[in-house]
Nanobody, 115 residues
Framework: QVQLVESGGGLVQPGGSLRLSCAAS????????MGWYRQAPGKQRRLVAT???????DYADSVKGRFTISRDNAKNAVYLQMNSLKPEDTALYYC?????????WGQGTQVTVSS
């Protein structure tokens, strides 16, 4: 079974930085999009950033200019560099991988921004 394992979450002060990593294990084929979603308590899961295999990138308006998504296709990995973090960025962050077969989701990694 394919699994997505996230790492890099934690507690950081406002204005700080974190880098999230997600690596797929097991057999996975034909990845066309990878990305990150987040869900805050009491709210729906929302897109943070996505990147296609061709390099097209989409960001949520709330993170533009602060977050940078990148990928390593050879490693089936996706990353999210988060700078200038704000308390409203606090959420459970989920890695997402879309293939021609099915979507895959990570278990989530907690990001907490607080002074």
């Amino acid at each position: 079974q394919v699994q997505l394992v996230e790492s890099g979450g934690g507690l950081v002060q406002p204005g700080g930085s974190l880098r999230l990593s997600c690596a797929a294990s097991g057999r996975i084929f034909s990845i066309y999009i990878m990305g990150w979603y987040r869900q805050a308590p009491g709210k729906q899961r929302r897109l943070v950033a996505t990147i296609t295999s061709g390099g097209s990138i989409d960001y949520a308006d709330s993170v533009k200019g602060r977050f940078t998504i990148s990928r390593d296709n050879a490693k089936n990995a996706v990353y999210l560099q988060m700078n200038s973090l704000k308390p409203e960025d606090t959420a459970l962050y989920y890695c997402y991988v879309g293939t021609t077969e099915m979507p895959y989701w990570g278990q989530g990694t907690q990001v907490t921004v607080s002074s």
